[in-house]
Nanobody, 124 residues
Framework: QAQLVESGGGLVQAGGSLRLSCASSGSTFSTYGKAWFRQAPGKELEFVAV????????YYADSVKGRFTISRDNAKNMMYLQMNSLKPEDTAVYYC?????????????????WGQGTQVTVSS
């Protein structure tokens, strides 16, 4: 069964950077749109960024625009989230998600496949 596995989370000081990775087993998700969501303690799942399967269409949440960069390498079955200028409010569990049809990319319900999440903690 195809899986998504996140890695790269950790503890970083405000202003620092982290790079998250999302590995997919096999090539099942190579033609799927992929996204990053995050969930802070006591809060709902929040859209972060999405990238189309060819990488031509990319959208970001306003809260991360200009600081985060989403990318993918279909040959390696990988997706990435480069996070710069991190803020304490970026602290959350970050999840990668994928689906082949995503009418509303910011809606978590549109995604069928999810990873287990990776914790990002930004200290002030």
């Amino acid at each position: 069964q195809a899986q998504l596995v996140e890695s790269g989370g950790g503890l970083v000081q405000a202003g620092g950077s982290l790079r998250l990775s999302c590995a997919s087993s096999g090539s099942t998700f190579s033609t799927y749109g992929k996204a990053w969501f995050r969930q802070a303690p006591g809060k709902e799942l929040e859209f972060v960024a999405v990238i189309s399967w060819k990488g031509r269409d990319i959208y970001y949440a306003d809260s991360v625009k200009g600081r985060f960069t989403i990318s993918r390498d279909n040959a390696k079955n990988m997706m990435y989230l480069q996070m710069n200028s991190l803020k304490p409010e970026d602290t959350a569990v970050y999840y990668c998600a994928a689906d082949n049809i995503i009418p509303d990319y910011f809606d978590a319900k549109q995604y069928t496949h999810w990873g287990q999440g990776t914790q990002v903690t930004v200290s002030s």
